[in-house]
């Protein structure tokens, strides 16, 4: 806390009127509520006196140093007495006082990822203005929390760190190699570094990086466009603004933190569709409309490395942020390894605006990540229903030989079949059952052998509707040499080529269980 309660009760607080600063030679007017500061009061007697005026004009609270060796007496019942402890300067509680009252007046003003912003992209701005250069305040992951409006010259990286809201992995993975993140973190001072150079020849411009600190944590950083190290006016500039930055970004932490807890709690409610879910929405504001479930997970999302965590829990961020700019009121939370949201579906085509948007955020953002994007329901107990549409996508995504380009993202709805084959196949398995008839003696011939001869041949043929001429080709045979193979699998077999009804259940069978699927057996 940056505050501590010396006397009264903060919950009974008036409201706030302003900030005013004291000064014993000058009296200032007291608007009703104001908090006093008493910069420069330390003795006993002065402070009992400050706190009278306090009580007599109904001021909200006093702030006055924390006192070291004798307290004054100070009644519970009067005006709330705060203290400011060693080491936080009298203009950092000024900001964080002028942000508190900012964001109580303004509720609705929201950073990129639908959290309270604070006062961070004016910070960003008059950094910016200070030191004369473009400025970015990321937290530690990279991801992005505000940015100035500086006009001056800049080049592509900015660029896709502000319209991705994170740094790419790329330029991060440039940093790591170089030494830079390394020497940013442990420098308790501005560090100047060089421009990157791009395989793609574009022009870049260098950077001058800061960590904001809060003790020894590092709670984000501060970068810089500038193509020379800062002056050192400058640098001492940079390094008293990252103090006021690590306020305002331990205060968006400390309330994110909860808010965080609370939407992933609501979310999981929601999404069980229970009785409790029309609630949850309620506080979600997303009652009484029509919603989609997307489900989002990473490659390896059953690996227990906390960095596999980390990421997953950015890849959250970035996706809320992503959807932000067209669906700022879609609930996103971290539910064990899969990123869940909640969508609204204002329009009929809201399923394939949310699609297209899904594959641009995993083009550009997370290349490792699958989405999977439920059915459109209208009421709360039928969320469940989109959940298990979402999740059904993510399982055949991921079972797919190579999730590659478009094949990371799909509607439940046009990957149905798939589906289904799962869970006939995890049916069969699960009452111990496999392949059988025809198909199973034409595995265990193949099996024999140590091939796939006839179960190939087989699928050709069926794959080209019986055109023996096509099939014939897709297996880089001779016509002759597959009629005879059709007639050896029918034999093995012992079925008849002329059967639609053996013929479908070969289909069915060489997709739920494929030559090479470890879990099927011809025994």
Not at 64 to 69: A, F, K, V
Not at 108 to 118: H, I, P, S, V
Not at 336 to 343: F, H, N
Not at 452 to 480: E, K, P
Request: one cysteine or more; aromatic letters at 4%.
């Amino acid at each position: 806390m940056l505050l501590s309660t010396l006397a009264g009760t903060p919950q009974y607080l008036t409201p706030v009127g302003g900030v005013v600063v004291h000064d014993p030679s000058d009296p200032p007017a007291l608007p009703a509520g104001a908090i006093l500061l008493g910069i420069g009061v330390t003795d006993p007697g002065e402070i009992v006196e400050l706190v009278a005026l306090a009580d007599q004009h109904d001021a909200a609270a006093v702030v006055i140093r924390q006192p070291i060796g004798r307290a004054p007496v100070l009644s519970d019942d009067g005006t709330v007495v705060l203290g400011v402890p060693a080491g936080v300067s009298w203009q950092q509680v000024m900001g964080v006082l002028t942000t508190a009252m900012q964001s109580a007046l303004h509720p609705a003003d929201r950073g990129l990822d639908g959290q309270e912003a604070g006062d961070l992209f004016g910070m960003a701005g008059a950094i910016s203005d200070l030191i004369d250069a473009s400025i970015t305040i990321e937290d530690r992951n990279s991801v992005v929390l505000a940015y100035s409006d500086h006009q001056g010259e800049t080049d592509a990286i900015r660029v896709e760190v502000i319209l991705g809201r994170r740094t790419p992995d790329v330029y991060a993975g440039f940093d790591e190699e170089r030494g830079a993140m390394r020497s940013i973190r442990e420098s308790l001072r501005p560090v100047y570094l060089p421009p990157l150079a791009l395989s793609d020849g574009r022009q870049t411009r260098g950077r001058v990086a800061l960590a904001v600190r809060a003790g020894d944590e590092i709670l984000g950083f501060i970068w810089a466009v500038a193509d020379k190290p800062l002056s050192t006016e400058k640098d001492d500039l940079l390094l008293d603004a990252s103090r006021l930055v690590a306020l305002h970004m331990l205060q968006l932490r400390a309330g994110a933190d909860g808010a965080r807890r609370l939407r992933t709690d609501l979310l999981a409610t929601a999404l069980t569709g229970g009785p409790e879910a029309r609630s949850a929405l309620d506080r979600l504001r997303l009652a009484d409309r029509p919603l989609i479930v997307v489900a989002l997970t990473l490659a390896g999302a059953h690996a227990a490395a906390a960095a596999h965590v980390t990421k997953s829990q950015r890849v959250a961020v970035s996706f809320q942020v992503h959807l932000a700019g067209s669906w700022a009121d879609a609930a996103v939370a971290l539910l064990d390894d899969t990123v869940y949201a909640l969508v609204p579906a204002r329009r009929p085509d809201t399923a394939v605006s949310l699609e297209y948007l899904c594959r641009n955020f995993v083009e550009r953002t997370a290349e490792d990540a699958i989405v999977g994007i439920g059915r459109v329901v209208d009421h709360p107990a039928e969320l469940e229903l989109s959940r298990a549409d979402a999740d059904r996508a993510l399982r055949v995504l991921a079972r797919r030989p190579s999730a590659q380009g478009g094949d990371r993202v799909a509607r439940a709805s046009e990957i149905e079949a798939e589906a289904m084959l799962l869970e006939l196949r995890d049916l069969a398995l699960a009452s111990k059952r496999g392949p059988f008839g025809a198909y199973a003696r034409l595995l265990a011939y193949d099996d024999n052998r140590d091939s796939t001869f006839l179960v190939d041949s087989l699928r050709a043929w069926l794959d080209a509707h019986g055109d023996v001429m096509a099939a014939a080709a897709a297996t880089h045979v001779h016509q002759n040499t597959f009629r005879y193979r059709l007639k050896r699998l029918s034999e093995i077999g012992e079925f008849s080529l002329d059967d639609p009804a053996a013929r479908f259940a070969l289909q069915l069978q060489l997709r739920l269980w494929p030559p090479d699927l470890p879990e099927r057996s011809s025994k």
